[in-house]
């Protein structure tokens, strides 16, 4: 493969496959949305959301897609940031759930694979945890099975001697050994982008904070939304056939726009994690492990040189808007993590950020069971006035679950059509897992190797559109921040394709300085606002306005998102 080397970034359609890494995707104008009614408009650009639209625009449907905030600023950020099919789950017996979630990682890691990456781990048992060795074994060979043998690895059963091998941080004292399988992680918040990117190359029209305030009736049905930009104030209407609600943690507040007597749907539960530094708990591969404190499956997962640990799982009654780790949370993560790694000894000093989301679960299954065992299921439920809510699932089975949420939608505006090759068709920057030759060319043009790996694994084919940047202005190759990797290009190129408009955006979601550097990033954020600024013809008291609001942000959340 040749990885183009001539200058020029600017926006292209798709079609040449040569030239995808060079394509734009552009936030939607009110304007725009406002002209001309959609066939379907999709509330919320969480990954159910960008999944749906990708899928009905592959359909061929006039697709629109909105958010209150930035894409993936709701739990699909927030996640443990897997593409797994929940060993859990089979203790639970939820077979078919695994054997989806098995099936869609694969698909995920055909389709992604620069976002999406096998990962090892080892689960260690001791003396006293509640499932014994055998057992987990016996679980992970099923795992195993349900993937019909394909597997990102095989599994391994581990003595004692062997478990240490592996992870000799471990606690030695009552180790009975330890299962290594394989599984896979992801990058979350890109995960969304991308998906949402692929929605727009296939005509939907997407924009980010852009808040529904109401929903429009026509003959007592649901015609569309009434939505308010938060970045500029500017109010419209958005027509069309038919509402899908698929506001993750919110469904409830917007089906009770449609019918103030509707039942909730959802039981919301918090999940928390914490990063620290990963040499403070010293670990190889990723541990899956039973809490000593309560038995439940938690993980400490490698992110570079960061670790994070999660997660909690606990019910939460606060408005979504406000999730937030509490300190019970902290203690509950780090108590575990050193039980498993005595000499980490961490305390909420070693935490460097924290995040919060809630698990948009089903309510209905079990009630009064512990959170943990409520259903991750999803439903897809027609309101009262036609709003048609899709509430559930995870990040890991997206595109099934957008599959049959289109399937119903293309129904009730009375046209099946087939569905689209959403299994096989790479998202932006995923054409290829052969990645060498992005390497290469980074290398040539003298960036270095950790710079080079950074823009691969974030990018993949789309690096090739970053280098095009930097040639064209090789000022755009500085770090944006001494303590990271990140380059200035990724900011153009996070407005001009990823429809990036903060620096919230760009440094939480896009590039990941907030969890990745000990100041969250606020030290890049001057810079970041220029960049920005440059592009949306912000003018100096605005960029320095946005970069404040920044620090801000930073400053009254200390370590949490
Ligand atoms: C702690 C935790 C760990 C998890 N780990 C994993 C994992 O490892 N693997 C996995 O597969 N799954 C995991 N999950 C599950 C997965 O993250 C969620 O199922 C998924 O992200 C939900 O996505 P969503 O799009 O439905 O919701 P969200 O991502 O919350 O998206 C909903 C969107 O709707 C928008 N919205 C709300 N109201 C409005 C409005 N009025 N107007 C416009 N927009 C609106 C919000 O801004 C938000 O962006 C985890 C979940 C949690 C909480």
Not at 104 to 127: C, G, K, S
Not at 128 to 143: E, F, N
Not at 172 to 182: I, K, P, Q, S, T
Not at 244 to 267: F, H, I, K, Y
């Amino acid at each position: 493969m040749s990885v183009p080397g001539e200058p020029g970034s600017g926006a292209r359609g798709g079609g040449d496959r040569g030239q995808r890494h060079i394509r734009s995707s552009r936030r939607a104008t009110l304007d725009e949305l406002t002209a001309e009614p959609a066939d379907l408009l999709v509330i919320g650009g969480g990954i159910t959301g960008a999944a749906i639209a990708r899928d009905a625009a592959m359909r061929g449907w006039r697709t629109v897609l909105v958010d209150r905030g930035d894409l993936a600023s709701g739990t699909s950020s927030r996640s443990s940031r897997l593409v797994h099919g929940g060993l859990r789950y089979l203790e639970q017996g939820r077979l078919g759930l695994v054997f989806e979630a098995l099936r869609e990682r694969r698909t995920l890691l055909r389709i992604a694979p620069h976002l999406v990456r096998p990962l090892d781990f080892v689960f260690p048992v001791h003396d006293g945890d509640r499932v014994p060795l055998w057992k987990l074994a016996g679980g992970v060979a099923l795992y195993n099975l349900l993937a019909r043998f394909r597997n990102v690895g095989r599994h391994r059963i581990l003595g004692k001697r062997g478990a240490l091998a592996l992870e000799p941080m471990l606690r030695e004292r009552g180790l009975r050994g330890a299962v290594r399988y394989a599984d896979a992680q992801c990058d979350d918040a890109r995960l969304v982008i991308a998906t949402a990117r692929s929605a727009v190359e296939h005509g939907a029209r997407v924009a980010s904070h852009l808040m529904v305030r109401g929903l429009t009736r026509r003959d007592g049905r649901i015609s569309g939304a009434d939505v308010e930009d938060r970045l500029s104030g500017a109010r419209g209407t958005i027509a069309a056939r038919i509402v899908v609600n698929a506001s993750g943690p919110w469904v409830d507040q917007l089906r009770r726009l449609e019918d103030p007597t509707a039942t909730p749907l959802l039981r919301l539960t918090r999940g928390v994690h914490v990063m620290v530094a990963r040499d403070r708990i010293g670990h190889n591969d990723a541990i899956a492990f039973l809490s000593p404190l309560d038995g439940r499956v938690m993980f400490v997962l490698p992110w570079g040189d960061l670790s994070y640990i999660g997660t909690t799982d606990t019910d939460d009654g606060d408005p979504p808007d406000r999730v937030r780790a509490s300190g019970d949370d902290l203690v509950y993560l780090l108590r575990s993590a050193n039980a498993r790694f005595p000499g980490a000894h961490l305390t909420e000093d070693d935490v460097r950020v924290t995040w919060a989301g809630l698990r948009p679960l089903l309510a209905g299954h079990g009630d009064g069971a512990a959170a943990s065992s409520v259903s991750r299921e999803h439903a897809i439920v027609e309101g009262s006035a036609g709003m048609i809510t899709v509430a559930g699932g995870k990040l890991t089975t997206c595109r099934s679950m957008a599959a049959d949420a289109v399937d119903r939608v293309s129904a009730r505006l009375g046209e099946r059509r087939p569905r689209p090759p959403t299994d096989t068709e790479p998202l932006p920057g995923g054409e290829t897992a052969e990645f060498d030759p992005f390497r290469r060319r980074g290398a040539e043009l003298g960036l270095p190797a950790a710079v080079v790996d950074h823009l691969v694994a974030l990018y993949g084919t789309e690096a090739a559109g970053i280098y095009n940047l930097g040639m064209a202005d090789r000022s755009l190759f500085e770090l944006l921040h001494p303590a990271h990797r990140a380059i200035e290009a990724e900011v153009l190129h996070a407005v001009r394709r990823e429809l990036a408009q903060t620096v919230e955006d760009v440094l939480v979601r896009r590039i990941h300085l907030y969890y990745e550097t000990r100041d969250r990033g606020a030290r890049a954020a001057g810079r970041v606002a220029e960049l920005l600024g440059r592009e949306l013809g912000w003018d100096a008291e605005r960029i320095a306005e946005e970069a404040r609001k920044y620090r801000d942000f930073v400053a009254a959340e200390p370590r949490t998102v």
